[in-house]
């Protein structure tokens, strides 16, 4: 009987989660329209650009990348023939944070309750691993091209050159960068009316 409400409760509480979680947003392409749709992302991504000196529209441009906007985006399951291997690495949710990664994080921040998958949280991560890119490998906040390289293949391989072995990374990182500039083009034009409420 033990065993049987425990799983009940389980299952409640997994739905729970599952009900209250973020959809991503309707057009990602424009960050004022993220912003507007989920307004407290707005208010996460400022208390990270004020805590660790990142801009939105980089942070934002990657988080896309990355997860696309999803809470619980995870690396594709590899298959052989058609026997599942299992996924390409553990990284998980909004940041595709690797476990060991986000451990770093938890203990360097005392952030120890810290999830994966929780927007706030993933944005305070980027923030920490960005500043600490720009401390180890001297890249600017707002190099959107080089901050994701870094993110990608970590502080070590950026420094040993691994990502100018990786043609289709080089552009990912274009792609990034591109998207950086238009998101920051786009909130220019709102981020004044947005810390001012208007889209209450």
């Known amino acids: 009987m033990n065993k049987l409400i425990k799983a009940a409760t389980w299952l409640v509480g997994a739905l729970l989660l599952t009900s209250c979680a973020t959809a991503p947003p309707r057009n990602p392409e424009n960050i004022c329209a993220i912003f507007k749709e989920h307004k407290s992302w707005h208010?996460?991504?400022?208390k990270s650009r004020k805590k660790w000196g990142v801009p939105a529209h980089v942070t934002m441009a990657m988080m896309y990348q990355e997860s696309s906007f999803k809470h619980d985006a995870q690396p594709p399951m590899r298959y052989f023939l058609f026997i599942p291997r299992g996924r390409a690495s553990d990284a998980y949710g909004y940041a595709q944070a690797k476990k060991a990664t986000w451990a770093d994080y938890q203990r360097e921040t005392g952030n120890g309750w810290a999830s994966r998958s929780n927007f706030d949280d993933a944005v305070d991560f980027m923030g920490w691993y960005m500043s600490k890119t720009s401390k180890i490998n001297g890249v600017s906040k707002w190099d959107a091209y080089n901050q994701y390289l870094n993110y990608h293949d970590g502080w070590g391989g950026y420094r040993r050159g691994t990502h100018n072995k990786k043609g289709w990374l080089l552009k990912v990182s274009r792609k990034v960068e591109g998207r950086a500039?238009?998101?920051?083009?786009?909130?220019?034009?709102?981020?004044?009316?947005?810390n001012r409420g208007w889209f209450g």
Do not use: H
Not at 43 to 46: A, C, L
Not at 186 to 192: A, E, F, I, S, T
């Open 181 to 194: 500039k238009r998101y920051a083009d786009q909130y220019w034009q709102c981020k004044d009316s947005l």
């Open 43 to 46: 208010k996460s991504v400022e």
